[in-house]
């Protein structure tokens, strides 16, 4: 394999074999392709001038850089304003490594002939290549096998598991690896921003959308999910609000000031901002604060056929990511039971759901403390556990797993666990 740091400096010759300068850096372009091709070497000439030759007058690049053209009849390359330059703009710069959904940082790049063209075939982040770009890769495996030892191993990351990032770069190039990334869980974009300095991560972060914005931003600490969204203008944060849970959109406002949260529920649709002001008017610490109010429920006295039915065309039913439990609730829309959506699946379409449910359903109130709801959770083996007024028993939400766990487990430590829904 071929490697840019191997071409740097490198001097370049015509088809008369005459010395005509020095490359310094390779053009690429087309980096949506698993391949992207070599547009142009960038040479500094005798004189001292920079010039790019384009890829299509060069015959080879290794074990010398050769042009097929005598000097006179070189032509430079003019560039289309998409190119990337790999010495300036990837070595030694982070990249995020989507296969590996890490941050990475780039030490040499490899390049290989396919066909008649080159192109870039990954980038090297392992010790390997650093030794190769500081022209030790010889003297370590020399001594790696006088000391009878292994060779530092090769670490090369396919360039379409690649996506680069720099705040001061191309828009194209950036919205390029903005879509690679923002097909990763929210969790993993979470880690990966972690990892960014703060320039490429602003940058990261301005070109995703708000739906993926806001799964990133559900996973994060609560400090970055307040940066993050303080550095939006406000039009948008209230869009990203609205695609996040009420729960944690509620989490995340009250860590804001007081005008600013009142602010971005004002620019809220009225729905969604109704359903965040309910949940902030709950302490922070109790089941209420914690609960979402989008869950999954249906009318009592339906069959099992009519009651899917209804959960297909219900928007409520929708927007409950988790739903492992159907709750079925009168007019008023007080909680008479709950169905497991296993139970409902598997039954008949002619049985009455009322012979599947659970009658006497446990249950918290909103003012229940977080530690009663994470101990009726755990003890009773729940996935969700429904909220409801304590006089007149109607339902407001659903404390979730994942929330109750907050009460036993640091944020920090949670997050780290696997999601089950």
Known sequence: MLYLSQLQGKQVWDAWSQPIGKCYDVLVGN????????????????????????????????????LKVPTEEVESYTPKGDELHLASRVLDRQIV???????????????????????VTGVDVGGQGLLRRLGLES???GVASRLKRPPLPVQVIPWEDVAPLHADDNPLRLRISRDKISHLPGADIAAILNDLDRRTGEALVKGLDNETLADMLEESPAEVQVNILSQLPLERAADVLEEMGPDE???LLADLPTQTTERLLDLMEDEDADDVRALLAYPEDSAGGIMTTEFAHAPCELTVGETLAFLRQSEDARDDEVMYYVYLLDEAEVLHGVVSLRDLVMASPDAATDTLIETDPVTVTPLSSQ?????????????????????SGVMLGIVTVDDALDAVLPTAWKKRLPRFF
């Open 249 to 251: 959109a509620a989490d």
């Open 31 to 66: 980096l949506d392709q698993p391949f992207p091709p070599v547009l142009a070497i960038v040479m500094k000439a005798t004189d001292g001038a920079e010039q790019l030759i384009s890829a299509s007058q060069v015959s080879g690049l290794f074990p010398s850089i050769t």
């Open 139 to 141: 003297v370590a495996q």
């Open 371 to 391: 530690h009663d709801a994470a101990y009726l959770v755990a003890k009773y083996n729940l996935l969700a556990l429904p909220v409801v007024e304590e006089e």
């Open 97 to 119: 490594d989507i296969d590996g959904r890490r941050v990475v940082r780039v030490n040499d790049v490899q390049l290989a002939r396919l066909r008649d063209q080159f192109c």
